[in-house]
């Protein structure tokens, strides 16, 4: 029996990139962060993860999702305790929000402000010296069709 080495991108053990939000902005982001390090996706949609993880394994990336509520205090301490034990984080890219018609306002507040505000704390003690924090927004909720 042979023990045939399991090989990884030169860049797989490198800090990674947290991307918080697999929609297209979130999809956008892994692609292009992933073409140099490792990228964790993170989102409250498990079947949305999944898919879009095993899209980016398709694709050729280092990739890996985490299914958190970024609104949820547990779950958020969940994801820092995962990323201390890893190399460090060297991008954080937050595309997560809600916005448009039907939405509360008490949602809006709690997911787009106290997410945001939540994710950042938990990561920020993870970022390797150099790293960076990238908070982005979109306005195509409140575009027309």
Do not use: F
Request: glycine share 12%; net charge neutral; aromatic share 4%.
């Amino acid at each position: 029996m042979h023990n045939t080495p399991v090989r990884s991108a030169y860049y797989a053990e490198n800090p990674i990139a947290v991307i918080i939000g697999c929609g297209n902005i979130g999809m956008g982001c892994a692609r292009t962060l992933g073409a140099r390090r490792p990228v964790l996706l993170v989102d409250i949609n498990k079947q949305q993860l999944d898919d879009c993880v095993a899209a980016l394994h398709y694709e050729g990336y280092a990739a890996s999702g985490y299914h958190c509520d970024i609104t949820d205090p547990n779950q958020i301490s969940g994801l820092a305790d995962l990323l201390a034990k890893g190399p460090g984080v060297q991008v954080l890219a937050h595309v997560a929000a809600v916005a448009g018609a039907g939405i509360s306002w008490r949602t809006l507040m709690t997911v787009d402000l106290i997410g945001a505000h939540l994710v950042t704390n938990a990561i920020s003690p993870h970022i390797v010296r150099g790293g960076v924090a990238i908070l982005i927004s979109s306005m195509g909720s409140y575009q027309s069709p």
